[in-house]
């Protein structure tokens, strides 16, 4: 029987809300050592703040970081179902180049899942590390 994401998932997961600020963010993200955070409105995801958001769409454009996160954040985020299968998460995260995918059930964020979640178990190492390096394709150009 093949794996779920409900079953690889992160369910502890740092969130922030439209009240927050890109400065707000920024610390989180450092106390917590991650570049992936989900906006909530109450439950409801409604889109997703990254390392490389902070930086582009918010320093690198001279905000403050008492920019409201709006202006930095990204609303049309691909989301997944905690039942889908863990090879079906890694051809999404390989075909559209990937890293994290948030896990919805009924309009609410439920979990994360990263592809190192998907690479920690041995049998889908394969999958894992085949959309890894198609993600890591794309970053390669940057490292010139």
Do not use: C, W
Request: a negative charge; glycine letters at 6%; charged letters at 30%.
């Amino acid at each position: 029987m093949a794996k779920t994401l409900k079953e690889v998932m992160s369910t502890d997961i740092v969130t922030v809300t439209l009240q927050d600020n890109i400065f707000e963010i920024a610390l989180k993200m450092k106390q917590h050592d991650i570049g992936f955070i989900p906006v909530l409105e109450g439950r409801r995801l409604i889109g997703v703040v990254t390392d490389r958001d902070l930086v582009i769409r918010g320093y690198a454009d001279k905000h403050s970081g008492s920019t409201a996160v709006e202006h930095v954040i990204s609303k049309d985020v691909r989301t997944v179902s905690p039942e889908m299968t863990v090879d079906e998460a890694a051809k999404i995260m390989a075909n559209e180049k990937i890293r994290r995918l948030p896990v919805v059930e009924n309009g609410e964020l439920v979990g994360v899942v990263a592809i190192g979640d998907l690479a920690v178990r041995t049998k889908f190492e394969d999958e894992a590390g085949e959309a890894l390096s198609q993600i890591s394709e794309k970053d390669k150009s940057y490292s010139k």
